[in-house]
C-alpha cells in the first residue's frame, strides 16, 4: 500500500491535467447522469459483464495482473480488447477497495480492543475502591456491575478471535447481490417468496444490470466502446459497441439516445470538443421501475479560487450539537462591525437519511454564500473519524449518533465539492486543542460559546498564527521556560489540556480564567504528590475472578 492521501486529497474533485502545457492546467471531475431508452441487449449484457467481472476479482486475488486478465478474457470470453480492459480495470479497482477494507477493519478491531481494555480496567479499578469500603452506596447493583463487566470481556474477547482469524485469512470477500438477499433464501415465506426459484431470479437480477467502460479522449466519442457524440438540442446519443459475443444477435453497434439539459449539457459538450475521456456506466435502478440509466464521468476545467487568506478567513467547528461558523480578518482578530453579522451557528441535522442529507446541503450552500462575500476561504478541522468510530461502544449516546450518524464525513465532502464549484477554497488544519485554546482564550474575550471560540481558532490556524499560553499559566506549567514565554507553544497547551482532563473541569468553568488557574494549581500539586498506580497486567482479585469465569 501507498502513502495514504491527505483529507483534502481524498475529497477534492480537482486534478492537474496530463496534458503539457507552459501554465499547469488544472481540471475537475464532473458526474452527468440521465435516463437511457431501453433495449434488450443492456440486460443481457449487463448480466454477462457482472459475471465476467466476479471471475476476474477471482483471478487478481489468485495472482493475475491487471494485463493478464485483459490479455486472456479477450479469447476467452468472445470480448474485443476494450471490453477486457474495462473489465479488467473494473476488477482491479474492487480488488483494492478490499484490500483497504480489510487493513481498516483489522486496524478498527485493533482501536475498538484497546479502548475497551481500558475502559474494562477504569471499571475494575472502581470496583475494587467500591469493595476497599463496603458500604450501601458502594455495594448497591454490585453483582449487576460484574456481570456487565464479564460481558463485556466475553465481547473483547470475540472481538480477538475475530481479528486473529482475519489476519491468517488470505482470501477477500464480497456478496455480490447483498447480503441480505443472500440469507432470504433461507428464510423464504418471512421474506415474501413462494419457492426457491422466484428468490433466485431475484437474485440473478440483483447481480446483473450493470456494466461499465473507460474512457479515453483521443478516439473518436471519448470511449473506445460507448461512444458518446451531441444528435441535437438537449439529445445525446450512446453508440455501443456490441461485444463479439452477442454480435449475431444484436449487429456489430447499437446506438441509444439519452437527454442532458442546462449546465451538464454544457459541460457535457466542452469535455467531447476538448477532447477528454468519457467514462461510461450504464445500470438499471430497481427502485425507480426497473428503468435503465447512464452515467458519464468526465473532467472540466476548474472554477479558479476567488477567496485569498488577505481577507480573513471562516472557521467552522462541528460538535455534537451544532455547526459553528465564525470569520476572522486578516489580523487574527474577530469581525465585529455594527449590523453585519460574522457570527452563524446550525442545528445538526436529524431525521431519515434523505432528510439529513438536504439539510446538510442547505447548510454547506449558506457557508459557501457567506465565504463568497467575504472572499476567503473556509477552514476546516482535520479529523480522522475511522479511529473514533471504533470506540463508538465506549462513547457517550450523544456522541456516538454523531459519529455514526455520518454526518462529519458528509459535511465535509459536500462543503469541498461545492466550494470548489464557486471557487472557494478549503483548508483542513491540524485540530489539536482547539475546543481548550478557545475556551481559555476567546470565550471570554470576545463573549462567544465554546463551539464558536474552537471555530475562532481554527480559522487564525489556517491565517499562520500560533497560540501562546496566557502568561498566568506560564510559570505554573513550564517555570523552566524564559518569562517571555519562548517554546513549543502545543506541548505547553498539552499539558494543560492533560491536566484540566485529569481534575475533570466543568467545560462552562474555563470562562474564568481565575477558576482555571486554580484547578491547575491544584491539578499540578496532585500530580507531584500522586502516588504509583498499578498499571496494566498486574494482578487484580476482580480481573483474576472474571478471566477465570471466562476460561470455564
Same mark, same amino acid.
Given at each position: 500500500?501507498?502513502?495514504?492521501?491527505?483529507?483534502?486529497? #481524498?475529497?477534492?474533485?480537482?486534478?492537474?491535467?496530463?496534458?503539457?502545457?507552459?501554465?499547469?492546467?488544472?481540471?475537475?471531475?464532473?458526474?452527468?447522469?440521465?435516463?437511457?431508452?431501453?433495449?434488450?441487449?443492456?440486460?443481457?449484457?449487463?448480466? #454477462?459483464?457482472?459475471?465476467?467481472?466476479?471471475?476476474?476479482?477471482?483471478?487478481?486475488?489468485?495472482?493475475?495482473?491487471?494485463?493478464?486478465?485483459?490479455?486472456?478474457?479477450?479469447?476467452?470470453?468472445?470480448?474485443?480488447? +476494450?471490453?477486457?480492459?474495462?473489465?479488467?480495470?473494473?476488477? !482491479?479497482?474492487?480488488?483494492?477497495?478490499?484490500?483497504? +477494507?480489510?487493513?481498516?477493519?483489522?486496524?478498527?478491531?485493533? !482501536?475498538?480492543?484497546?479502548?475497551?481494555?481500558?475502559?474494562?480496567?477504569?471499571?475494575?479499578?472502581?470496583?475494587?475502591?467500591?469493595?476497599?469500603?463496603?458500604?450501601?452506596?458502594?455495594?448497591?447493583?454490585?453483582?449487576?456491575?460484574?456481570?456487565?463487566?464479564?460481558?463485556?470481556?466475553?465481547?473483547?474477547?470475540?472481538?480477538?478471535?475475530?481479528?486473529?482469524?482475519?489476519?491468517?485469512?488470505?482470501?477477500?470477500?464480497?456478496?455480490?447481490?447483498?447480503?441480505?438477499?443472500?440469507?432470504?433464501?433461507?428464510?423464504?415465506?418471512?421474506?415474501?417468496?413462494?419457492?426457491?426459484?422466484?428468490?433466485?431470479?431475484?437474485?440473478?437480477?440483483?447481480?446483473?444490470?450493470?456494466?461499465?467502460?473507460?474512457?479515453?479522449?483521443?478516439?473518436?466519442?471519448?470511449?473506445?466502446?460507448?461512444?458518446?457524440?451531441?444528435?441535437?438540442?438537449?439529445?445525446?446519443?450512446?453508440?455501443?459497441?456490441?461485444?463479439?459475443?452477442?454480435? /449475431?444477435?444484436? &449487429?456489430?453497434?447499437?446506438?441509444?439516445?439519452?437527454?442532458?439539459?442546462?449546465?451538464?449539457?454544457?459541460?457535457?459538450?466542452?469535455?467531447?470538443? +476538448?477532447?477528454?475521456?468519457?467514462?461510461?456506466?450504464?445500470?438499471?435502478?430497481?427502485?425507480?421501475?426497473?428503468?435503465?440509466?447512464?452515467?458519464?464521468?468526465?473532467?472540466?476545467?476548474?472554477?479558479?479560487?476567488?477567496?485569498?487568506?488577505?481577507?480573513? $478567513?471562516?472557521?467552522? /467547528?462541528? @460538535?455534537?450539537?451544532?455547526?459553528?461558523?465564525?470569520?476572522?480578518?486578516?489580523?487574527?482578530?474577530?469581525?465585529?462591525?455594527?449590523?453585519?453579522?460574522?457570527?452563524?451557528?446550525?442545528?445538526?441535522?436529524? &431525521?431519515?437519511? &434523505?432528510?439529513?442529507?438536504?439539510?446538510? %446541503?442547505?447548510?454547506?450552500?449558506?457557508?459557501?454564500?457567506?465565504?463568497?462575500?467575504?472572499? $476567503?476561504?473556509?477552514?476546516?478541522?482535520?479529523?480522522?473519524?475511522?479511529?473514533?468510530?471504533?470506540?463508538?461502544?465506549?462513547?457517550?449516546?450523544?456522541?456516538? %449518533?454523531?459519529?455514526?450518524?455520518?454526518?462529519?464525513?458528509?459535511?465535509?465532502?459536500?462543503?469541498?465539492?461545492?466550494?470548489?464549484?464557486?471557487?472557494?477554497?478549503?483548508?483542513?488544519? @491540524?485540530?489539536?486543542? !482547539?475546543?481548550?485554546?478557545?475556551?481559555?482564550?476567546?470565550?471570554?474575550?470576545?463573549?462567544?460559546?465554546?463551539?464558536?471560540?474552537?471555530?475562532?481558532?481554527?480559522? %487564525?490556524?489556517?491565517?499562520?498564527?500560533?497560540?501562546?499560553?496566557?502568561?498566568?499559566?506560564?510559570?505554573? =506549567?513550564?517555570?523552566?521556560?524564559?518569562? /517571555?514565554?519562548?517554546?513549543?507553544?502545543?506541548?505547553?497547551? &498539552?499539558? =494543560?489540556?492533560?491536566?484540566?482532563?485529569?481534575?475533570?473541569?466543568?467545560?462552562?468553568?474555563?470562562?474564568?480564567?481565575?477558576?482555571?488557574?486554580?484547578?491547575?494549581?491544584?491539578?499540578? #500539586? %496532585?500530580?507531584?504528590? +500522586?502516588?504509583?498506580?498499578?498499571?496494566?497486567?498486574?494482578?487484580?482479585?476482580?480481573?483474576?475472578?472474571?478471566?477465570?469465569?471466562?476460561?470455564?
Amino acid at each position: 500500500m501507498g502513502q495514504k492521501k491527505s483529507l483534502k486529497a #481524498s475529497l477534492t474533485r480537482i486534478s492537474r491535467s496530463k496534458i503539457k502545457t507552459d501554465k499547469p492546467v488544472y481540471q475537475m471531475l464532473r458526474g452527468i447522469e440521465s435516463k437511457i431508452e431501453y433495449h434488450p441487449f443492456l440486460e443481457d449484457w449487463g448480466n #454477462s459483464y457482472q459475471s465476467i467481472l466476479r471471475a476476474a476479482l477471482n483471478d487478481r486475488q489468485k495472482g493475475l495482473s491487471e494485463t493478464e486478465i485483459e490479455k486472456s478474457y479477450q479469447k476467452k470470453y468472445n470480448i474485443q480488447w +476494450a471490453w477486457a480492459d474495462s473489465l479488467a480495470t473494473n476488477a !482491479t479497482a474492487v480488488f483494492d477497495q478490499l484490500t483497504t +477494507a480489510k487493513i481498516n477493519q483489522i486496524e478498527q478491531i485493533e !482501536t475498538e480492543l484497546k479502548t475497551g481494555l481500558i475502559k474494562s480496567q477504569e471499571q475494575i479499578e472502581k470496583l475494587e475502591i467500591s469493595l476497599s469500603n463496603p458500604n450501601r452506596k458502594n455495594t448497591r447493583n454490585l453483582t449487576k456491575k460484574l456481570l456487565g463487566l464479564k460481558s463485556k470481556l466475553q465481547r473483547l474477547q470475540r472481538k480477538k478471535q475475530q481479528l486473529e482469524q482475519l489476519k491468517q485469512s488470505k482470501r477477500l470477500h464480497i456478496c455480490w447481490g447483498s447480503k441480505k438477499l443472500f440469507n432470504a433464501q433461507y428464510h423464504l415465506e418471512e421474506n415474501g417468496y413462494s419457492s426457491h426459484d422466484e428468490w433466485f431470479y431475484d437474485w440473478r437480477k440483483k447481480r446483473g444490470g450493470n456494466f461499465y467502460s473507460v474512457g479515453k479522449g483521443s478516439v473518436d466519442g471519448n470511449n473506445p466502446v460507448t461512444k458518446i457524440h451531441h444528435s441535437s438540442e438537449d439529445i445525446f446519443t450512446v453508440t455501443i459497441t456490441v461485444p463479439r459475443c452477442y454480435q /449475431d444477435t444484436y &449487429g456489430q453497434n447499437l446506438t441509444l439516445k439519452f437527454e442532458v439539459t442546462q449546465a451538464r449539457k454544457h459541460d457535457l459538450l466542452y469535455a467531447l470538443e +476538448a477532447n477528454k475521456p468519457v467514462t461510461v456506466q450504464i445500470f438499471r435502478r430497481e427502485h425507480k421501475d426497473d428503468q435503465w440509466y447512464i452515467h458519464l464521468s468526465t473532467y472540466i476545467q476548474a472554477v479558479p479560487y476567488i477567496s485569498s487568506l488577505k481577507n480573513g $478567513c471562516l472557521g467552522i /467547528d462541528l @460538535n455534537a450539537n451544532s455547526i459553528d461558523l465564525v470569520y476572522i480578518k486578516r489580523d487574527g482578530n474577530l469581525h465585529q462591525i455594527q449590523g453585519q453579522k460574522t457570527v452563524f451557528s446550525w442545528e445538526i441535522p436529524t &431525521g431519515t437519511t &434523505g432528510q439529513v442529507e438536504a439539510a446538510l %446541503r442547505d447548510i454547506v450552500a449558506e457557508i459557501v454564500r457567506i465565504a463568497e462575500s467575504f472572499q $476567503c476561504p473556509v477552514a476546516c478541522e482535520d479529523l480522522d473519524f475511522s479511529k473514533k468510530k471504533a470506540s463508538l461502544r465506549h462513547q457517550s449516546k450523544k456522541y456516538s %449518533r454523531m459519529l455514526s450518524g455520518f454526518v462529519y464525513d458528509k459535511f465535509r465532502s459536500f462543503l469541498v465539492a461545492r466550494a470548489e464549484k464557486y471557487g472557494i477554497e478549503v483548508i483542513f488544519k @491540524n485540530p489539536f486543542a !482547539t475546543s481548550v485554546i478557545g475556551l481559555i482564550k476567546y470565550m471570554p474575550k470576545y463573549g462567544l460559546n465554546s463551539a464558536s471560540a474552537a471555530a475562532m481558532v481554527i480559522a %487564525r490556524r489556517a491565517l499562520g498564527y500560533s497560540e501562546r499560553i496566557p502568561s498566568s499559566y506560564l510559570s505554573l =506549567i513550564c517555570p523552566e521556560l524564559p518569562e /517571555d514565554g519562548s517554546g513549543h507553544s502545543w506541548s505547553q497547551w &498539552g499539558k =494543560i489540556c492533560k491536566l484540566l482532563n485529569l481534575q475533570k473541569i466543568p467545560r462552562h468553568s474555563l470562562f474564568e480564567p481565575a477558576k482555571v488557574l486554580e484547578v491547575l494549581q491544584i491539578a499540578v #500539586s %496532585r500530580t507531584k504528590e +500522586a502516588q504509583y498506580k498499578p498499571e496494566y497486567g498486574e494482578e487484580s482479585q476482580i480481573y483474576f475472578f472474571i478471566s477465570s469465569s471466562l476460561k470455564q
